[in-house]
């Protein structure tokens, strides 16, 4: 039975040849359209200088928060950071971002700020401090160049 269909088929292309070509055309369109050309477009590609002084490359996608494009790469700890939400935060997420970064995001909101003080020793904001909970990666990111800090000694159990 097979074999006749495939007989059948085969004929079919010999006396009409343009139906094979549509066929693989049209499979062909498909293909390119599939879903991970839209993944490829939401890459943001970061820089990220680890405690230890070495710059690793870091992937995440656009409308993904830093924290998840770090804690993916392994930089922060995913236990040590239960909610992306900023009133659960303790700013174990705290990054420092290369100043012409920070001019391409939204200001830190006044609870960001307040987690950032709150948990700083000296009371004093340090002006490229972020929470990676609260950044949002967008293509305007492309390159962004992130420091993680040396864990905090009350930070460590």
């Not at 055309?25 to 498909?30: E, G, P, Q, V, W």
């Not at 992306?84 to 290369?98: G, N, P, R």
Request: net charge positive; with cysteine; charged share 25%.
């Amino acid at each position: 039975m097979a074999v006749a269909n495939m007989q059948r088929f085969a004929s079919r292309i010999a006396r009409n040849p343009s139906i094979f070509s549509i066929t693989r055309s049209s499979a062909s369109s498909c293909s390119s359209r599939s879903g991970s050309a839209k993944v490829a477009d939401r890459i943001v590609k970061l820089f990220a200088i680890d405690p230890e002084g070495c710059k690793r490359e870091i992937i995440g996608l656009s409308g993904q928060t830093l924290l998840k494009a770090l804690t993916n790469h392994g930089l922060i700890d995913p236990d040590s950071h239960r909610l992306e939400d900023i009133d659960a935060c303790s700013s174990e997420c705290e990054v420092h971002i290369a100043q012409e970064w920070l001019e391409k995001l939204p200001k830190a909101s006044y609870d960001e700020q307040y987690v950032l003080k709150r948990n700083s020793r000296a009371r004093v904001l340090n002006k490229h401090s972020r929470l990676g909970c609260q950044v949002v990666l967008s293509p305007e990111l492309q390159g962004m160049v992130v420091a993680i800090p040396e864990p905090k000694p009350w930070d460590i159990p």
